[in-house]
């Protein structure tokens, strides 16, 4: 695959590389397509009303404007998940707008080595990878970081509880999963909102429309990360710890033939982004959910016991990644569709997650559905969330400490709800909440 499309995550000229657009005799390009505006307004502040009415009219539908093979049903979804041979995943960190010159440039003078790791390798190396890497992720390692996450949750809550109002997502949900996923590695924690800070802009450049001054920025940012995730690195062979980083260390030093130092810098440097903007946002569209839900809010404040399940349907209902690419390795099939070699396919995850086939009511919020870990917010198969563990755990301990303490707040009402226009990504980026702080519990 990587021979024929190289589709490296700072590449910027991928398009004459990819499918020639389809023949459009016989190909669905429809009224649903026609309607499709990815980067629109309606589209980004609810996508669910045009998946609905997609998957209902068009499951699949080739897209010419964007030129991707939009996908929205839940069986149809899984088929390609779990066909890595036919649908690679090499696409899924490519930016969805090609690079400018100046941000190319940038690119080019960096010493960075960036390469295929885990999100967008190939079935023939990912494989081996993700035994060594995934196998490494032990439940253990993630439970024994519990009380630490516990203790940043509450401390955080500490600083604003007595207030009576907070944006959630500024004092609360953005730095706690950094913070989590920096115990998890082993880096030092007051790094974390400099990490944060430089992989602020990457979601937009990757997947969204960024204007020229982001691309290059991100380029800078981009280098100034990739200088502290090999320091990071380099200094675990030096002292490894006990956590992910320092097993890992063990691990190449015990046997240098399972994966290059160069692959572990690419694999810390993806796990300090996917680790936490992906948990922040969910979280935020999750409270979102339940204070608009206010029945299901307060049954939970009562019975934390629900929150395990409340954590799913999040993750169901409003996840965070709404849409994920793959790309077609040879001619090959969706359904009744033939999909020619080289096409880019964006599978609506989110919409597979609401599909009607698999959960009754699906556009419903309901914490009481009974659930079997079906939905698709982790995706599906070979290259399924390998923090999944984790981001549960942060979720669940977020929404147990806020039930604890603030279980009164309601949302500010009349508040706007503010995303960042991606193809991929979707949080909000404000939760205003606020409440009467004489009524807060004895903690
Ligand atoms: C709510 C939070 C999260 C969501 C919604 C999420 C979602 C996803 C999705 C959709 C994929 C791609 C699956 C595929 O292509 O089939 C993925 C892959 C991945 N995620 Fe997450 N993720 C989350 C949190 C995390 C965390 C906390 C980590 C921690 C390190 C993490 C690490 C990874 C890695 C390493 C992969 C690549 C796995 C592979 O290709 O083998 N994610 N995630």
Not at 263 to 270: C, D, G, R, T
Request: net charge negative; charged share 25%.
């Amino acid at each position: 695959m990587s021979d024929d499309f190289d589709l490296g995550m700072f590449q910027s000229t991928p398009d004459e590389l990819i499918a020639k657009k389809p023949d459009q005799t016989g190909c669905p390009v429809t009224g649903i397509a026609a309607e499709f505006e990815p980067f629109g307004d309606a589209y980004i502040a609810n996508p669910f009303e045009f998946f609905r009415r997609a998957r209902n009219e068009e499951p699949i539908f080739y897209d010419p404007k964007s030129d991707y093979w939009v996908v929205l049903s839940y069986d149809d979804i899984v088929d390609i998940f779990r066909n890595p041979e036919a649908f690679s995943a090499a696409l899924a960190r490519h930016p969805v707008t090609p690079l400018c010159p100046a941000a190319a440039e940038v690119r080019d003078s960096l010493n960075i080595s960036i390469e295929p790791s885990l999100v967008d390798e190939d079935p023939e190396t990912h494989r081996a990878h993700r035994k060594v890497f995934g196998d490494a992720f032990t439940p253990k390692r993630v439970n024994e970081i519990e009380p630490q996450i516990r203790k940043i949750v509450t401390d955080y809550i500490d600083r604003f509880v007595d207030d009576g109002s907070a944006d959630l997502v500024s004092k609360l949900l953005y730095e706690v999963p950094a913070l989590a996923i920096f115990i998890f590695l082993g880096a030092a924690d007051d790094k974390a909102a400099m990490v944060k800070q430089l992989g602020s802009t990457r979601v937009v450049v990757n997947w969204g429309h960024p204007s020229e001054t982001e691309q290059v920025d991100m380029m800078k940012d981009i280098g100034k990360h990739w200088t502290f995730t090999k320091n990071l690195v380099d200094n675990a062979f030096e002292n490894h710890g006990d956590n992910y980083l320092g097993d890992m260390a063990r691990l190449h030093k015990a046997d240098p033939e399972k994966f290059t130092v160069n692959y572990l810098y690419n694999v810390m440097f993806l796990m300090q982004f996917a680790g936490h903007e992906t948990t922040t946002q969910a979280s935020a569209n999750g409270m979102r959910a339940l204070l608009e839900n206010r029945d299901q809010w307060e049954a939970v404040c009562m019975d934390p016991s629900l929150i395990r399940n409340a954590v799913e349907e999040i993750l169901r209902y409003d996840s965070s990644i709404f849409a994920w690419r793959r790309i077609a390795t040879k001619d090959t099939k969706i359904g009744a569709f033939d999909i020619p070699k080289g096409s880019k396919i964006l599978m609506a995850i989110g919409s597979g997650s609401r599909d009607g086939k698999v959960f009754a009511d699906g556009d419903k919020f309901d914490i009481f559905r009974k659930h079997e870990k079906k939905h698709l917010a982790f995706g599906n198969g070979v290259h399924f969330c390998m923090g999944a563990p984790l981001a549960r755990l942060e979720m669940q301990i977020i929404l147990e400490e806020l039930s604890r303490r603030l279980p009164h707040m309601h949302l500010v009402a009349g508040q706007e709800w503010e995303y960042i226009p991606t193809l991929a990504f979707r949080g909000i980026q404000k939760l205003f909440v606020e409440w009467d702080a004489t009524r807060n519990p004895a903690n």
